[in-house]
């Protein structure tokens, strides 16, 4: 089976650090994405992890862990635009060779002044 | 460049009817899959087109259909709508053997 967790909801205050959690169990492994999404609109790419480590872009990091089937997404100097939910998507293909994505339910992120 | 664009961008539909949701996939991509989500979850995998054909499927009924023309672009059709149908129908555009989606901005499906 396929199962992404994610927590439901977080809040933070601008100009801090948040660290949104993700665990997974997936029956294939191509690597890992992470997908900001704000209300109403597409979800647009954020960062890929596929080997075990820490990927660092600008304000955004993402740590990858293979053997605990475990990422986090850190967001540094938050701001208020970065209220948005946060997907977690494992691309997961049976054995086709083609790309398929399994998303978590996503971590909504409030950023209060 | 444009990116991928989906039409129409809402849309209300009554209990029974059918639907026909359309997407042009980014400039240089050949594979489609369309994605369902409802409201404060993440997407679901619907199915997935290359090369006119249906690659992936999931976990979906048959009321779901879709089809890929010889320019990439696809359609999703939906018979017999259910209320649970309403929801933002996802097209994500990639180029087979690379890595990445880029996603269109959705339709927003509602069935009342």
């Known amino acids: 089976g396929q199962n992404i967790d994610q927590p439901t909801e977080m809040t933070a205050t601008e100009g801090a650090i948040v660290q949104i959690n993700c665990t997974y169990q997936t029956s294939g492994f191509n690597g890992l994405f992470w997908y900001q999404q704000h209300a109403g609109e597409a979800p647009t790419f954020l960062s890929y992890n596929v080997l075990d480590g820490l990927e660092e872009k600008g304000r955004f990091s993402s740590f990858l862990s293979r053997s605990k089937g475990y990422s986090y997404l850190l967001l540094k100097e938050l701001q208020m635009k970065d209220s948005a939910s946060y997907l977690c998507?494992?691309?997961?293909?049976?054995?086709?060779?083609?790309?398929?994505?399994?998303f978590g339910t996503g971590t909504r992120l409030l950023v209060s002044p | 460049d444009a990116g991928v664009t989906q039409s129409p961008t809402h849309l209300i539909k009554t209990r029974g009817q059918q639907v026909t949701l359309r997407c042009s996939p980014k400039s240089g991509h050949d594979t489609v899959s369309w994605y369902q989500q409802a409201l404060g979850q993440g997407p679901q995998f619907i199915f997935q087109y290359y090369e006119e054909e249906e690659r992936q499927r999931g976990n979906f009924p048959d009321r779901f259909s879709g089809h890929q023309f010889p320019n990439y672009s696809s359609e999703l059709n939906v018979n017999a709508l259910l209320l649970g149908d309403s929801a933002l129908y996802l097209c994500?555009?990639?180029?087979?053997?690379?890595?990445?989606?880029?996603f269109g901005s959705g339709t927003r499906l509602t069935v009342v």
């Open positions: 998507a494992v691309d997961a293909p049976p054995n086709t060779g083609f790309q398929k994505l399994v």
């Open positions: 994500a555009s990639s180029l087979q053997g690379a890595l990445g989606y880029t």
